[in-house]
């Protein structure tokens, strides 16, 4: 398994500002993801955070609005960027361990609400 | 595009009784197929993986795989108050993210 710490662990941000979400893990790991969960919804996933290039995103999510960093493979930001009230979400590192079986396991979260 | 189907619900069992959730998926592709548990407020926890045809069994939970027909099952025996949660069915190829279903709730009545 993996431990992964993600902060912060909740947020409430003004609208157009910006937030930098981040995720640690206790070992190194080649495949760290992010996801997004809105309210009552399943996960969906925003991006495959790359170590040592650029992350790889998803339909509907672009690097302006959502860069990622990757500098080692311990540690992962997420960013949203001039946020409004519809990025109000919860979202969530993974990591996948175990080699080819590619277990995931997730961060607590990070619950912003965008006002 | 890739998904995965699951029953909403919520799927409402007595305590004691037998809850069985189910999800498809439309990947042929995928490899390996995993089974989530999340409350309310928390994070997914990772309650079972399966990868090959058959049953695989661990304590009161069963996951049961059909690749032929696309369809993964999870059975909870002896269900407990404590089970009420919402269950995440994924699948994923080798090397790449998990793609999630809706969720299946799950309600256990004591």
């Known amino acids: 398994s993996a431990v992964i710490s993600q902060k912060p662990s909740r947020d409430i941000c003004q609208r157009g500002t910006s937030l930098t979400i981040q995720c640690q893990v206790d070992?190194?790991?080649?495949?760290m993801f992010w996801y997004r969960q809105q309210p009552g919804q399943s996960l969906t996933l925003i991006a495959t955070?790359?170590?040592?290039?650029?992350?790889?995103?998803e339909s509907g999510f672009v690097i302006d609005k959502f860069p990622i960093s990757r500098p080692n493979l311990t540690f992962s930001t997420l960013t949203v960027s001039n946020m409004s009230p519809e990025d109000s979400s919860i979202y969530l590192c993974?990591?996948?361990?175990?080699?080819?079986?590619?277990?995931?396991?997730f961060g607590a979260g990070t619950r912003l609400s965008v006002l | 595009q890739k998904e995965v189907e699951q029953n909403s619900g919520p799927l409402s069992v007595p305590e004691g009784a037998i809850a069985s959730l189910n999800c498809t998926y439309s990947?042929?592709?995928?490899?390996?197929f995993f089974w989530y548990r999340q409350y309310s407020g928390k994070s997914p926890e990772l309650i079972m993986s399966?990868?090959?045809?058959g049953d695989k069994e661990d304590g009161r939970f069963t996951a049961q795989l059909n690749k032929a027909s696309q369809y993964v099952s999870l059975l909870i025996r002896d269900s407990q108050p404590s089970d009420s949660a919402t269950y995440l069915c994924?699948?994923?190829?080798?090397?790449?993210?998990?793609?999630f279903g809706k969720g299946t709730t799950l309600s256990v009545s004591s």
């Open positions: 993974s990591v996948g361990v175990g080699g080819f079986k590619n277990i995931q396991y």
């Open positions: 070992s190194q790991v080649t495949m």
């Open positions: 955070a790359n170590q040592g290039s650029e992350a790889t995103y």
């Open positions: 990947d042929r592709g995928s490899q390996s």
């Open positions: 399966i990868y090959s045809n």
């Open positions: 994924a699948a994923n190829q080798a090397g790449t993210a998990l793609i």
